[in-house]
C-alpha cells in the first residue's frame, strides 16, 4: 500500500489541535445532536448515534466527485438546477427510508437516514460552489474568500481539488483561512449553525408528523 493511501484517513481519523481542516462531520454532529433533543418524538424512533455515525461517514466515505451533491455541490460539468434538484430527491429519498424504517421499528436504520438527510440539508450552505477553481466555469469566482461564501448559487469553489480530491497541502498544513467555504467548514459562522440547526429541527418535525 502506498504511504499516501494509509496516511489520508490515518490523517483524518486521528484529529488533535493539527487536524485536517476538511469535512468537519464534528460541527454536522453537534448540529444533529440539538437538533435531535429540540425533536424529541424523533430521538424515541431514531439512533441519534447511528443518525451520527452515518453523517461521519457522509463526509469520509461519500465525497467522490459524483457524490458533490449529497454536500450540496456540483461535480465537474453539472448545472448548478441538476445539482440542486439532485440533492432535494436525495433528502427525500433519505426521509422516506428513515419514515420505513422507523414505521417497522429499527431505530438504527432510521437514524442511518436522517443522518444522512441532516447532513445534505445542512450542507445547503456550500450553494452549490464546485470543489475546485477550474472545476466548473463560475468555479473561480473570487466570492470564494468571503467569510459567508458565495451569494450566488453554483458559483465559487471549496479549495479543493477540481476533481473533488484532497490537496497535498491539506495534509501537510492546516487550513490557514478563516472562511468556511476554503475551508471546507471548518469556520462556519454562527448564522449558518443556527440556520443549520433550524432547518434540521423542521426536517425532524417533518419526519415526525408523516410517522
Ligand atoms: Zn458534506
Given at each position: 500500500m502506498k504511504p499516501l493511501r494509509w496516511l489520508l484517513p490515518m490523517a483524518l481519523l486521528t484529529g488533535g489541535p493539527n487536524r485536517l481542516p476538511a469535512f468537519k462531520y464534528e460541527i454536522h454532529n453537534d448540529v444533529i445532536t440539538a437538533a435531535f433533543r429540540q425533536a424529541p418524538r424523533a430521538a424515541q424512533v431514531a439512533d441519534l448515534d447511528s443518525a451520527r455515525s452515518a453523517n461521519r461517514n457522509m463526509d469520509l466515505l461519500e465525497n467522490d466527485d459524483e457524490k458533490q451533491f449529497q454536500h450540496a455541490m456540483r461535480s465537474r460539468r453539472s448545472r448548478t438546477p441538476e445539482a440542486k434538484l439532485a440533492t432535494e430527491q436525495f433528502i427525500q429519498l433519505e426521509m422516506h427510508q428513515a419514515l420505513a424504517a422507523a414505521r417497522r421499528g429499527d431505530p438504527a436504520r432510521a437514524g442511518r437516514h436522517l443522518g444522512r438527510m441532516l447532513h445534505a440539508a445542512q450542507d445547503?450552505?456550500?450553494?452549490?460552489?464546485?470543489?475546485?477553481?477550474?472545476?466548473?466555469?463560475?468555479?473561480?469566482?473570487?466570492?470564494?474568500?468571503h467569510p459567508n461564501g458565495c451569494a450566488v448559487e453554483g458559483s465559487g469553489n471549496h479549495n479543493l481539488r477540481d476533481d473533488c480530491g484532497l490537496p497535498l497541502d491539506y495534509l501537510l498544513k492546516p487550513c490557514k483561512s478563516k472562511n468556511f467555504q476554503q475551508c471546507t467548514d471548518a469556520y462556519p459562522l454562527p448564522a449558518q449553525i443556527d440556520q443549520a440547526t433550524k432547518e434540521s429541527v423542521a426536517l425532524l418535525e417533518q419526519f415526525v408528523r408523516q410517522l
Open positions: 445547503k450552505k456550500h450553494r452549490w460552489c464546485s470543489c475546485g477553481p477550474g472545476s466548473n466555469p463560475e468555479a473561480a469566482d473570487p466570492c470564494s474568500s
